[in-house]
């Protein structure tokens, strides 16, 4: 009897300790289905719900950490941690899910942001349910997105984003919510409509039987002609959620009106979708179609930081001067992607990253700061350093990363997409000095919104001289918040090996693809 008690906790521990455990369907089911049980929670004030919902997400943080320290190998390329069940039958539809070095960064980001996004919500107290179930839906969809492998899995979890984040926006928003709310569902279901064309077509091309595999489809190979028309209407999908200009004009009103822990979703998690798409199916599925294509993406993202930039500028909405510095951010992104090189697209993987994690802290600061002096307008503050300098200090600091100060991970990762352009072979010299000239410019002008935000707002004497006002700084869920998004900021900056150790594998994979098919 004995002997069988401990065969048993052996296998147990195995399946704890191998690959049969399904360590992924627990990461991408578990906060949806805890965020279902908020709904059973005893009436006892928000406190309890606010509580059940930062737990849940700490401990799906820790289950994810642990499951990639323990089980996922950096050093090998191919994909880890491979689960595969078949789901529906008559679709052929499997239930498909494994990471690589692509995806870990992601969803380590997506953990850590939206745990924090749910303290940042810790002032929500309408509806506090819904809020927080809304919250881990996403959280579900966004793992689920970075970690599937199959083709239709995939759609499904891009749309598992739509209406959490339209109710959100709707419900908790500004003055304008709906608007922009409506706004969001029109561009990104419009470009979800490509994205199920472009599955459907990918998925039953060239076969009487279905197939929605990453792997059989990635060694496939299409005409050049049909290639370009499935690799347009995917681009266009993420287009959308990157956003590349001109598709661009919905974040700036969504992030304006927004409540700031969705804005730290949004800008955090959200937009990174869009570029993984890119590099995921775009990069590694359409091979000849992005070499033809990579040219123009170039050019895009290189107009894409001059505009967005100068947009910025002209906002006098703190919020939306934050967005247009993630658009114009976004570029850099895109030039990584485009530049074709091992450097360049280590770069672009750093940049989702690191604006990850900057764009979250820059929301969240101007969130706080709304809750404090109630004004979103720059022309209407002033003076704010000297009631509030623990904000003051936070703010600059994110600011200086922002506009990649040495030693922050925003000068390292655009840094690297310099290189990337440079060494990149593909590309003439004079294409190459051009598009590094347009990049400098917006370098130069990425400074000069910021130091302006911070002016307008920080220097001065106007609301300080106000005798009827009174503002408190930062207390200390702010303070540990701001703490915990800049310690990685300034790690990644110091050590960006942490991160590209992660990725470097696979993307030697993905650009070989260039190079033999």
Sequence with gaps: MLSTDFSFLAQVYLVFTTNHFPCLTIIVVFPIFTGCLIFFLPQRGNRVIRWYTICMCILELLLTSYAF?????????????????????????????????????????????????????????????????????????????????????FFLMWELELIPVYLLVSMWGGKKRMYSATKFILYTAGGSVFLLIGVLGIGLYGSTEPTFNFEILANL?????????????????????????????????????????????????????????????????????????????????????????????????????????????????????????????????????????????????????????????????????????KIFTMFSSFSMASLALPGMSGFVAELIVFFGLITSPKYLLMTKLLITFVMAIGMILTPIYLLSMLRQMFYGYKIFNDSNSYFFDSGPRELFLSISIFLPVLGIGMYPDFVLSLSVQRVEVILSNFIYR
Aim: with cysteine; charged share 10%.
């Design 69 to 153: 320290c323990y089980h996922f190998q950096p050093d090998d390329p191919l994909i880890q941690l491979i689960e595969n069940y078949k789901w529906i039958h008559f679709l052929d539809f499997h239930w498909r899910l494994g990471i690589d070095g692509l995806s870990i960064g992601p969803i380590l980001l997506t953990g850590f942001i939206t745990t924090l996004a749910t303290l940042a919500a810790w002032p929500v107290t309408r509806d506090s349910r819904l809020f927080h179930f809304l919250m881990l839906a996403m959280y579900s969809g966004q793992i689920g997105l970075f970690s599937s492998r199959d083709l239709l899995l």
């Design 221 to 389: 190979s299409y005409p050049v002609a049909l290639e370009i028309i499935f690799y347009i209407g995917f681009f266009l999908a993420f287009a959308v959620k990157l956003p590349i200009i001109p598709l661009h004009t919905w974040l700036p009103d969504t992030h304006g009106e927004a409540h700031y822990s969705t804005c730290m979703l949004l800008a955090g998690i959200l937009l990174k979708m869009g570029a993984y798409g890119l590099v995921r199916i775009n990069m590694e599925l359409f091979p000849h179609a992005h070499s033809i294509f990579s040219p123009w993406l170039m050019i895009v993202g290189a107009m894409q930081i001059i505009y967005a930039a100068l947009t910025s500028l002209g906002q006098r909405n703190l919020k939306k001067r934050i967005a247009y510095s993630s658009v114009s951010h976004m570029g850099f992104i895109m030039i990584g992607i485009g530049s074709l090189t091992d450097m360049g697209l280590n770069g672009a993987i750093l940049q989702i990253i690191s604006h990850g994690f900057i764009g979250a802290a820059l929301f969240f600061l101007a969130g706080t700061t709304y809750d404090r002096i109630r004004f979103v307008y720059l022309d209407e503050m002033g003076g704010i350093a000297i009631p509030m300098p």
